[in-house]
């Protein structure tokens, strides 16, 4: 379907799934912990924006509620902790160093082109308007991972594995219209426990090793052995 055949609001679904998609591409460019927290909270508001928009344009209104939390969640209160933890931690104003941030980002565009590749098939058969931002949520979940492959610091693979968790759950609404209202609770809950436990485990962290630098850990198991 062309997209001057969409409805306003298909297109904007489209639009907002783009930019979340380039807020993955920011957080993986990023080498400051403050601004990539930043990043993390705007990709939260993007994705809690489309499904919205997404509810609105298919008329499921359970998908709000998945608005409401998504955006209470992943927009204001797991970064506000990631936030007040690196500023405890006094790591707030550390600059991450990347190795090859050019082939990084290569990589990223690589597997935003093979997400399109998977997804060709999907979008063809399905009958869903929402079937042109599969790809896109799955170019999130992949980037996720490269963001958690290519840091050092465990807060950054934290928020990389946070993205993942946006990914999955853009793939859930624009694929199926939404899990099951007991199951995204489940999954919100889950989400809220782990950002907490890492918290717990970043301190724990510190006060081992006075690093959050995860090559330390690997260093420390090759002295033992």
């Known amino acids: 379907m062309e997209l001057g055949q969409l409805s ?13 998609l380039f ?3 920011v957080m993986l460019a990023q080498s400051r912990i403050v601004p990539l927290i930043h990043t993390f909270a705007w990709q939260g508001t993007l994705l809690a924006v489309t499904t919205a928009l997404v509810a609105y344009a298919t008329d499921h209104p359970h998908l709000y509620i ?5 955006f209470l969640l992943k927009a204001l209160l797991i970064p506000w902790m990631l936030h007040r933890l690196a500023v405890r931690l006094r790591i707030h104003r ?17 597997l935003v082109i093979f997400s399109y590749y998977v997804a060709l098939p999907i979008v063809q058969l399905s009958a869903l308007i929402t079937r042109n931002t599969i790809a896109v949520s799955i170019a999130v979940v992949l980037l996720g991972m490269l963001l958690m492959i290519t840091r050092k610091k465990a807060i950054s693979q934290v928020i990389g594995f946070m993205s993942i968790e946006n990914g999955l759950f ?11 209202m007991i199951v995204e609770l ?5 989400v809220l426990v782990a950002a907490i436990l890492f918290g717990v485990f970043f301190f724990q962290m510190r006060a081992s090793i006075d ?3 995860v090559d330390r850990l690997n260093r420390l ?5």
Do not use: C, H
Not at 66 to 70: H, L, Q, V
């Open 221 to 225: 198991r090759e002295v033992d052995e």
């Open 23 to 25: 807020t993955s591409f």
């Open 211 to 213: 690093s959050l630098d």
């Open 8 to 20: 306003l609001y298909d297109q904007a679904i489209l639009l907002f799934a783009a930019i979340v």
């Open 170 to 180: 853009f793939a859930a609404v624009v694929s199926t219209y939404g899990m099951p």
């Open 94 to 110: 550390d600059v991450e160093s990347v190795a090859y941030p050019s082939l990084t980002l290569l990589a990223g565009g690589g």
């Open 66 to 70: 998945s608005a409401g939390m998504t």
């Open 186 to 190: 489940g999954i919100a809950f889950d």
